[in-house]
């Protein structure tokens, strides 16, 4: 049978993802038998994560709570709502009222549902670039324009932001809202200064744009204690925030937040229930468990953060040592280091080579860029993989890199 | 700050639903400490669920297999997809490849899926009149009108069905797919007969539309060994199927299915990944586990199953004891009677009165209905509540019934 033809219009904007090839070429030769060294994952470490300590809350919980096996309230449940405001007030300095919170799918569902009520097609999403790839794909799907702003070490450059809106505006286009990842983006791993955060909100103030605050790496800093998320630096009510326990309790969770007032929040909350009905009962109560226990003091800021900022250092050392002429960024915060290859250089046809001669797989810069620069960049992740791993991995890139460039 | 203007066109189509109002004022007087019935539920029993096995696999799990806390593929994890189709074969007599199936958030995301790759804004969806107003809502979202086709005992009229075909293609309206329920529907408790699923299939195939199938309630069959789903009857590929566990495992895990084939399952693969990344880790994990250790036959089919149907019994036969001339539906599978007042009796004010003077919840059938027919129904759930609130419930729903008609 034919199907084309059923299709929507809007089916003609969900593109596929150029990563998806890397990923099922990596897994067919896992298929055979190959050992692959990963720098790939978007993952924190299976291992530091307590999954022990979450088994048996899951197998308490589900014995006796007869709730975490039914439909939750659509917002998700108020005790998890209150738990995540007083752990967002105390971990991330920003007062929030549980009213104001709805539990989403992960990070990703948040930022979907306020893509479908905020984008019309044609509209103009102004982001870092590059920025994240899943993310940019999903606006994509319903119809908007990315437009990237150039980075530097201290975040999205602001007077790139302006003068990219001022001739935004003089070409007539809709610019709907700036979505950015002030805290370890990714994929480059860089952190927003407080100086450019505030620079944001002003021009964001001043040309009235509402800003989406995402904050999936906040609670993987390593150093900078003293930034402050955008939403707490926010008079207007400005910024919207799509938040995830995802780097803390594992991706496979999917627990996340969305912040929001007024219309927004309404229209949030109306969509949700027909799109998803709610999130996973049995997660948001294993969340729920782990913030009141005081799970992430112990097992998070005292255990596993430890771990990823070790797993960091070592692989800037490497970097330095095995490349030291070669371009990278330095995260404190994240889970992602951004390495440039010499600017004529192809980071697809590296990473294809670097699989198939060295066994080391990485993620390609390229597709998360939003014009055609960056086609030097490989995006490498040490979060997940393990510290020998991280080792071998970066002396293997950097074999190849020498015998190349 | 003023957010109406930011907001998308698309969200002038997101309604609330009218049950809210229902469970929000039940909510309030449960606050208050007021002992209330439910009839009102859409869930199955957690009780009848093994939530202490349940919660062994999740503990066993969570330990041993680090995947349980990560990413799975978008599609979901391998294993799964395969036991789906055993599972699918054996007992939904369904022929599928693992290939077409794709894990989602419960049967709800598997709609929302599909509506978000068929559905232009204006296209008509036909569907039984009443539906699941869940899945209404979510397709009005992306834009649909819908048009519904009344049922009898043997489901959709099918020969009305072909009439409004007719009817609209006159009026020069795109019908984009036909959705249906056709076992043990919501809000009606129905099964379409074979004859009518065959004949059903026939329309589709003359005027050349898909169908949506929801087979939530497959798993809930009280009688009626023999009836296939439209799945295991379409030889063009026409039938699309949204599937779930949620009957079976509870709501809460949110793991459904599309089965789909061509273009169509191409664009939902690309589509997922952006939306909500995958279907939770360890939801995936417990269901696989459930399937593979027999646990469908063991807690579902020899246990749970025969508890559904012993309080559907005592649901009819109170029905029938207190209120032998009113007129109400006798379901072979589902979890859900509807019941008729008086056809001048506004369902919504019963309903409110009964919670009020008697302290027992239902829910009105009124905003299941696509038309203004349906005032005086009322949809009653003999799944979740004991069987004691289900014998006390309809008692005290038979006394209001007296004094007031």
């Known amino acids: 049978m034919e199907y084309t033809k059923y299709l929507a219009g809007r089916a003609n904007w969900i593109k596929g993802s150029a990563l998806a090839e890397v990923m099922k070429k990596a897994a067919e030769l896992q298929k055979k038998g190959t050992k692959l060294i990963s720098l790939a994952a978007g993952d924190p470490d299976p291992d530091l994560i307590p999954r022990k300590v979450l088994g048996e809350i899951a197998k308490e919980i589900l014995e006796k709570e007869a709730k975490s096996v039914m439909y939750t309230p659509a917002n998700g449940i108020p005790e998890l709502r209150e738990e995540i405001a007083s752990f967002l007030k105390k971990h991330d300095q920003l007062e929030v009222s549980p009213e104001n919170i709805v539990i989403t799918i992960g990070g990703t569902g948040a930022l979907d549902l306020l893509g479908r009520i905020l984008i019309d097609p044609g509209d103009v999403i102004l982001t870092e670039n590059p920025s994240y790839i899943n993310t940019l794909l999903a606006f994509e799907q319903l119809g908007a324009k990315i437009e990237g702003v150039s980075v530097d070490n201290d975040g999205m450059r602001v007077d790139l932001l302006e003068e990219k809106i001022k001739e935004l505006k003089t070409k007539g286009q809709k610019i709907k809202f700036i979505y950015t990842i002030p805290t370890g983006q990714n994929p480059m791993g860089i952190t927003m200064s407080m100086e450019r955060r505030k620079a944001l909100l002003e021009i964001a103030s001043e040309y009235d744009l509402l800003i989406i605050e995402d904050t999936a790496y906040n609670f993987m800093r390593y150093e900078g204690e003293n930034i402050l998320p955008l939403k707490a630096l926010d008079k207007d009510g400005r910024v919207i925030v799509a938040g995830t326990l995802s780097k803390v309790l594992g991706t496979g ?153």
Chains 1, 2 share one sequence.
């Open 253 to 405: 969770f999917r627990i996340g937040w969305v912040i929001a007032e007024g219309e927004i929040l309404k229209k949030v909350l109306m969509q949700k229930q027909p799109i998803d009905f709610c999130a996973p009962a049995i997660s948001q109560y294993i969340a729920l468990e782990y913030l009141r226990r005081g799970y992430f003091e112990k097992y998070h800021l005292k255990g596993a953060l430890l771990g990823y900022k070790e797993k960091r250092d070592i692989m800037l050392t490497a970097l330095e040592e095995h490349l030291p002429n070669a371009e990278f960024t330095r995260p404190i915060a994240g889970m992602f280091v951004m390495l440039f290859l010499p600017e004529e250089a192809n980071g697809i046809a590296f990473a294809s080579e670097l699989m198939g001669k060295e066994g080391v797989v990485v993620v390609p810069g390229e597709p998360f860029y939003t014009d055609d620069t960056g086609k030097n960049a490989i995006r490498l992740n040490f979060s997940r993989p393990s510290k020998e791993d991280i080792s071998i991995g970066i002396e293997r890139i950097a074999k190849l890199y020498r015998e190349k460039f």
